[in-house]
């Protein structure tokens, strides 16, 4: 049985999202809140598998959340579910440790499956979030500190590869037959890149706030 | 002289050249007398008593005369050849010192001035006496010449020194063009040089002192001024002092001098010392007092210690800035050190030339040359002031337009500063709207999107989301890049033809630079999405091809489908439900076109053209 939290602060989609999770996992416990504040509590309360975040909350920014989740239940999925389709809103939640997004307009049917691959380690990239995560990591206009601190985040050639083509607008299964990959190999590469842009965001993060430290 | 003939003019001039060419012939028409009868008393005549023969010129030595009397010079005169009616004798004394009479026969007939204290100055006055015919014997003469002045050991030079030159008589014509010739170098140079000197030198003590930074300049107008001062002594004759008084005055300027010079020379060099400028004005002050604690008759010897010693000082001070000179490499180095080298070979002249005898000429020769070289050193400084105050002038005015710059930039930055502080509060104006958009227009459509029961009325609702998503995004936007953009529209489309079950081919040339506006992205993504909305609904199609390219300066998109084509309307025109219309008019407004081809079985062929170059301004 699976425990998911429903964050969302319109109670009419709240609940179509609360009938939705339930038609992809049955079984599911899904606990709802409507306020940042309400979920930092259940997510020090209770064990969650999944948790479906919106962003734009009444009292603060649902990113909030993730962090929370990513630092007291680091094995929880992150999933951002927003109107705010741009890579501004949307990356700060992946670099928070999100693992994957999806926008609350699609029809049904599209919102299903994104969440039935995303719970199956699939998750979706689009062409300016590709951007961004290799913006982040140039390595040659200016790499990110926690890199040249720990080289293992760096991006490998392959993943940076599959960004490159990511952002030219190919999707996943094209990449995958133009790399010669399963489709399966292709989503590892994707889940690495989240992993990695969440891991050199959190050091950055450490990195900084100690040099903050040290300053002081 | 009213009797004289009129051809005595050019006689005259033919004398001058001729002694200028040749003065052995001065000496064959005039007569020299090298050796006199000499006697000591202060009495109205001639004293025959202690009588002895000297040899002129008479130096005095110390002690060869008691101090205070005077000296009686006779000699005999025969006229060497018989005197014309018209011709005037005369008697040319080169040098009497310090005060004198001359008597023919007894009677007076010259007077140098006064004979007692303070006695008249005539040393450097050469002297030209007449002998009134009326007074000469045929048969011989006798000359008397009384003399006073000072033995060596009371004067700080021996040019100051009591004596006696030889004498020379001779036509007054003759005689009297060297008379001039010499009282001009002997008096009138020296003069004129002095009185440079005062002016140049104020001039530069002022300037000097107005602009302490170039001390230098005042310590020269100090040089300048008390050389002058000392050197009046040549030509300034009677002083209401006695010789005593006056010798003890001028031994007393020359510390000042070298103060000036010294302290000149250092500045000058850019170097100062505490302890020099004190150690200096104490010498000033010092040296007056070992003059009277010597007395009168030790003043020579007193003064001859006291001259070397500055002297020295002097010399090191031109040693240290010849050094300085040569390291720091300032200015051409070899014109001053001969300039200087010349000045001390003159100083050190007159230095000697107060000890011992030297040739006449020579010692006038230093006595014009230094102050000349010092005026020439002063103008050497006024100019190099010139041209610092020129160069000063100048970077004044490179910096006022520096000033001025920096003004204009900072003006330039301020304007900018307040665009973009109009664009910073304009950008977050415009977040502000799209944020209430999202979050009311937003959310209500999307809770119709997701309650609705009619389809229809769904899909409107998500259509009108995109729509309101797009204008934020124009609203709020940055320009993007066209590789970006191409990106972002082949995943878009593709995907969805992929899962509408229709074949997307893509071909779009990489990596190109352009950018578009924000609006522009956003407007061709309408244009974009419309058209493959049209083919996944209405088509019927099974493939799709999509060409991008620049041609021209113009961005082009062709969408090709091999479905049923758009059915025509009854008047001709392409069916307007099918959004043709609003895709047209929205490339319209981006001052490009859209062309739709169509026929029934042909499929469509979507032609959109956009003009780069305005859709890249924002």
Redesign the interface.
């Known amino acids: 049985m699976k425990h998911i939290l429903l964050l969302e602060d319109l109670p009419e989609i709240r609940a179509w999202m609360r009938a939705l999770v339930l038609q992809v996992f049955p079984a599911a416990q899904v606990v709802e809140a409507s306020r940042v504040h309400d979920a930092l509590e259940l997510v020090s309360a209770v064990k969650f598998d999944l948790a479906l975040i919106d962003l734009g909350l009444p009292d603060g920014s649902g990113v909030d959340v993730v962090t929370r989740l990513r630092d007291v239940q680091p094995e929880s999925q992150s999933v951002v579910v927003t109107i705010h389709d741009d890579d501004e809103h949307l990356f700060p939640a992946l670099q928070a440790g999100a693992f994957g997004y999806i926008l609350k307009e699609q029809p049904r049917e599209l919102i299903t499956e994104q969440l039935q691959r995303i719970s199956q380690g699939e998750p979706p990239l689009s062409p300016s979030i590709a951007r961004r995560v290799m913006a982040y990591f140039s390595a040659k206009s200016k790499p990110p500190v926690a890199a040249q601190v720990m080289p293992h985040v760096q991006l490998t050639d392959r993943e940076t590869e599959v960004l490159l083509r990511v952002a030219k607008g190919y999707t996943l299964p094209e990449i995958g037959v133009q790399l010669g990959l399963s489709r399966h190999t292709i989503a590892d590469y994707v889940k690495q890149i989240y992993r990695k842009l969440n891991v050199s965001s959190r050091a950055e993060a450490a990195l900084e706030a100690q040099r903050m430290g040290l300053f002081r | 002289m009213a009797r004289r003939p009129p051809h005595c003019l050019h006689r005259w001039v033919l004398g001058l050249l001729l002694w200028a060419i040749a003065a052995g012939t001065l000496s064959a028409q005039t007569l020299r007398i090298d050796s006199a009868l000499v006697s000591t008393g202060s009495v109205e005549r001639f004293p025959d008593t202690g009588l002895r023969t000297v040899t002129l010129p008479d130096q005095w030595r110390n002690g060869s005369y008691p101090g205070g009397e005077s000296v009686w010079y006779r000699v005999g005169l025969r006229p060497v050849a018989p005197l014309r009616h018209d011709d005037l004798l005369a008697l040319y004394i080169e040098r009497v010192c310090s005060s004198f009479a001359v008597f023919l026969n007894g009677q007076r007939v010259a007077s140098g001035g006064r004979m007692s204290e303070p006695l008249t100055h005539n040393c450097n006055y050469p002297q030209l006496v007449v002998l009134p015919t009326a007074l000469l014997r045929e048969d011989g003469n006798t000359l008397d010449i009384q003399v006073v002045g000072y033995p060596p050991a009371q004067v700080a030079s021996r040019s100051r020194g009591g004596g006696l030159s030889a004498l020379e008589v001779g036509p007054f014509e003759l005689l009297s063009q060297r008379h001039t010739r010499q009282l001009a170098l002997q008096v009138g140079v020296p003069q004129a040089v002095s009185a440079t000197l005062v002016l140049m030198g104020g001039f530069m003590f002022v300037m000097g002192w107005i602009n302490r930074r170039e001390s230098h300049l005042a310590y020269f107008g100090a040089l300048s001024c008390s050389w002058a001062v000392v050197e009046s002594r040549l030509w300034l004759r009677d002083v209401p002092l006695s010789g005593a008084a006056i010798e003890f005055l001028l031994a007393s300027m020359v510390p000042f001098v070298t103060l000036a010079a010294v302290q000149f020379l250092l500045r000058y060099a850019r170097w100062r010392h505490r302890w020099i400028d004190i150690a200096l004005p104490a010498q000033c002050a010092l040296m007056p007092v070992t003059l009277v604690l010597a007395g009168t008759a030790r003043l020579s010897s007193a003064t001859a210690v006291w001259y070397t010693l500055l002297a020295l000082q002097a010399l090191a001070a031109v040693l240290f800035y010849l050094r300085a000179h040569w390291k720091s490499r300032r200015g051409a180095f070899w014109p001053t050190a001969t300039l200087l080298s010349v000045i001390t070979v003159g100083v050190a002249v007159e230095f000697l030339a107060q000890r011992m005898a030297l040739p006449h000429a020579l010692t006038t020769l230093a006595q014009l040359a230094t102050p000349v070289l010092f005026v020439i050193v002063g103008l050497r400084l006024v100019q190099q002031h010139g041209q610092a105050l020129q160069a000063a002038e100048a970077s004044r005015i490179s910096l006022e337009a520096r000033i001025r710059e920096a003004t204009a930039e900072i003006e330039r930055n301020f304007r900018q500063l307040a665009e973009l502080r109009v664009e910073q509060v304009t950008d977050r104006e415009r977040k502000r709207i799209a944020?209430d958009l999202?979050?009311d227009l937003?959310?209500k459509?999307?809770?119709i999107?997701?309650?609705s029961d009619d389809q229809r009325i769904s899909t409107l609702a998500?259509e009108a989301?995109?729509e309101m998503?797009l204008s934020v995004?124009g609203l709020t936007g940055k320009p993007v890049r066209l590789?970006?953009a191409?990106?972002?529209?082949?995943?878009e489309v593709?995907?969805r033809l992929?899962q509408a079950g229709i074949e997307a081919e893509?071909s779009a040339p990489?990596d190109l630079p352009q950018t578009l506006s924000a609006r522009a992205y956003v407007q061709t993504t309408r244009i974009l999405r419309e058209a493959t909305s049209n083919i996944i609904k209405h088509s019927g199609a099974s493939r799709c091809t999509l060409r991008c390219a620049i041609e021209e300066g113009d961005f082009q998109l062709v969408i090709q489908d091999n479905g049923g084509g758009i059915p025509m309307e009854l008047d001709g025109r392409l069916d307007r439900g099918h959004g043709m219309a609003s895709m047209k008019h929205r490339a319209k407004q981006l001052q490009g076109q859209c062309l739709v081809e169509s026929g029934p079985g042909y499929g469509t062929v979507i032609r959109l053209t956009l003009p780069l170059d305005r859709a890249v301004e924002p």
């Open positions: 944020a999202h979050d937003g959310a459509l999307l809770t999107v997701h309650t998500r989301l995109e998503r995004r590789a970006d191409l990106g972002d529209w082949r995943a593709v995907s992929a893509w990489e």
